[in-house]
Structures are given as C-alpha cells and as structure tokens.
C-alpha cells in the first residue's frame, strides 16, 4: 500500500521515502514447521510533522506482526487442540493463541441462537470447583448451551428465552428438586423424566457401600482380594465371561451379606427391561425385598424411590435419558484437565462450537 497521506499527522501529499526496514511476520506453519516472512518496508518521513512510519502492509495484522492467513489458521485450531500445542506449532506466545481465539470466540457467541430442542436434556458438571449447567438435545445428540452456574434461576432465565415452548415433548433430569419445579413452572405438562443412569448408579453404590462395610473387617491381607472384586460384582451378570462368573459365584457364596446386596442390584437394574405394568409392580415392591441387614446402604436408593417414584416411572412412557448428556460432561472436563486454566467462555465454547462448526477456509494451504 502506497500511503498518500501521513499516519501520525494526517498531511496529505508531505511524504517522502525515508529508507528501508527488514519486518519478520509470522505465518502458518509449512509442513509442519514454523514460518516466517521477512518483508523490506519502506519507511516514510512527514515533512509536516517530521514523523516517520511504515509503508502499511496488506494481509498483515501490524499489532501482531502476524500474516491474516496464519490469524485464521490458529481460529481454525483453537477449539480442536490445547493453546500450547499451537503456540509450539505457529512459534508464537501462547498469550497471543489465546487473544486470537477469544476473538473467534466472541465471533462465533454473537452468531449463535440456540434452539430449544424437543427433547431436552438438563444436567450439570463440575468445571474448576464450580457446578455448570448443561443444556442439550437429547434427540438429535447435540450440545444446546452452557451456563456459568447451575441453579433454578439461571435455568428459569434460560427457557425464557424461549416465547413459544410448545413443542417440547420431554425433559429428562437428574433428582435435583429445583430442575424439577422449573421445568413445572415453565413448562407445564411436559413429561419429565429421571435420567435412568443416576437412579441405576444409586443401586451399584449401595451395593459397593455394603462390599466396603464388609471388607473393612477382613483382615489387611484380604483386602486386597475384595479390591479385586469390585470389578466384577459392578458388572451386569449378562455381560460376564465364563471365568468372571466362577469369580463372582464364588465372593457370593463364601459372602452371603455381599450376595444380598448383589442380587438386590441386578433386581433394580432388571426393572428396566420389564413392560410398564409390570415394571411399576417390581419398582413398588422392591423395599420389601431390602432385608435390615442391608437396609441401611439402601436407604438413600429407597428414599429417591419414595420421592421420585412419579418421574423415574415416567421412563417407561418417555424412554429418553441423559447418557449423551453425561458424555459431553465427561468431554468437559478432559478438555479443561488439558488445558488446565481455560477460562468457562473457552470451555463453553469448545462444547457447543468444537465439532459443529464448519472448518475456517483455509488459505495457508499450498496450492
């Protein structure tokens, strides 16, 4: 670009050529490997203001010394890789990585509406010590949105987003009581649902309380077999190999306690495979088949039966759960152990926009 005009003072037609001036940019790698290129620029003197500055160059951004290619190459990256790993690959400052991706970032929050689905999945996931709200599409298995911080009130102010909210079939929940009153509140009508993994999960724990209160009396030496046996008492008995079922026959006949608690499991578990009708007669029966020996680990399965009886039997109406849901969270926090001190706005980022988004054109590819 040939300046008419000076930078600094503004004079039209008082410039003169005042030398040259070796400038290095950054460029997107080639082959792997960072690149430079080395530009001579013409300097320019004002005779207005004496000033002098440099000839401006195109597809450059001066403030980085940075060509425009290699700016959109590190946006193209910045939700698929770690800041680091791409400040090693360009050769820059993992500061500027992370300036150019807010950048993008903000590009892409501006652009994006998200859409309340049919099916709505609600959970939250612990990220750097705080609880977040997930929102998303448990039909087509898709991230809606994340919100900084999970409570009735954020969630409330979410859906009001929303003026027509008509056409929401399902919500499926973990048994937290405030998700439950807002989803009433503000969308009247709607099945909701306990998720089918939180209530099931509630079944192997107490089982797993009621291992560790035993082996807890053995001796030192045997508790390391009891450790083995974890494994195998978690799994579904229908998923066991022939050598895991001789294992597990055997804990439970030298253990009679454990094998209460193990078959009381299985028997929750079967609950699901079981037609409505005769599915709500297992579900309501199955404290009185708690003996007092385990009664204790399995109170807290058989209080969240009690009180969520209503929305866990809804399952068999509304078969839809929060397994996707619990995917993208577990996605989450591997995503900030790696980069261990990405702020919530990148994390959030990475969740709704990491595989949805188009790739960026990429012009640094050789022709």
């Excluded at 689905?117 to 298995?141: F, M």
């Excluded at 509630?202 to 560790?212: D, L, Y």
């Excluded at 804990?251 to 609950?271: C, G, M, Q, S």
């Excluded at 088949?289 to 929305?311: D, I, Q, Y």
């Amino acid at each position: 670009v040939q300046p008419t005009a000076c930078q600094k003072c503004g004079t039209i037609d008082q410039l003169y050529r005042h030398g040259t001036k070796p400038v290095t940019c950054l460029d997107s790698p080639i082959r792997g490997s960072p690149a430079r290129l080395l530009a001579k620029v013409q300097r320019y003197r004002c005779r207005s203001c004496g000033e002098t500055f440099l000839q401006p160059l195109g597809g450059i951004q001066a403030e980085r010394r940075m060509t425009e290619r290699c700016a959109t190459y590190i946006q193209s990256l910045c939700l698929r890789y770690t800041f680091v790993r791409i400040a090693e690959d360009v050769g820059c400052d993992d500061k500027t990585v992370r300036n150019l991706a807010a950048e993008y970032i903000d590009r892409l929050n501006a652009a994006y509406k998200p859409v309340l689905p049919v099916y709505l999945g609600i959970d939250e996931t612990t990220i750097d010590g705080e609880l977040r709200l997930v929102l998303t599409d448990i039909g087509n298995r898709s991230p809606v949105d994340m919100v900084e911080a999970r409570d009735q009130g954020r969630l409330a102010t979410w859906l009001h987003h929303f003026k027509d909210r008509s056409h929401v079939r399902g919500v499926s929940i973990d048994m937290w009581r405030p998700y439950l009153n807002t989803v009433h509140q503000l969308l009247p009508g709607v099945p909701v649902v306990v998720d089918k993994f939180h209530i099931v999960r509630m079944a192997t724990e107490s089982m797993e309380a009621v291992r560790g209160r035993l082996q807890k009396t053995r001796r030192k030496a045997e508790r390391r077999d009891w450790l083995r046996s974890k494994a195998v008492l978690r799994m579904r008995a229908a998923k066991l190999n022939e050598k895991q079922r001789f294992n597990r026959d055997m804990w439970l006949d030298n253990e009679p306690e454990l094998a209460v608690a193990y078959r009381l499991k299985e028997a929750f578990y079967d609950i699901y495979s079981l037609p409505k009708a005769e599915a709500a007669a297992a579900f309501d029966g199955f404290g009185a088949t708690v003996p007092a020996s385990v009664k204790a680990e399995f109170k807290p399965l058989l209080t969240a039966m009690r009180n969520w009886r209503v929305e866990i039997l809804a399952f068999f109406d509304h078969p839809i759960t929060n397994a996707y849901t619990e995917a993208l969270n577990g996605v989450a926090k591997t995503i900030n152990r790696q980069g261990r001190g990405y702020s919530f706005d990148i994390l959030r980022a990475r969740g709704l926009f990491g595989k949805r988004v188009k790739p960026a054109e990429q012009p640094w590819k050789l022709a």
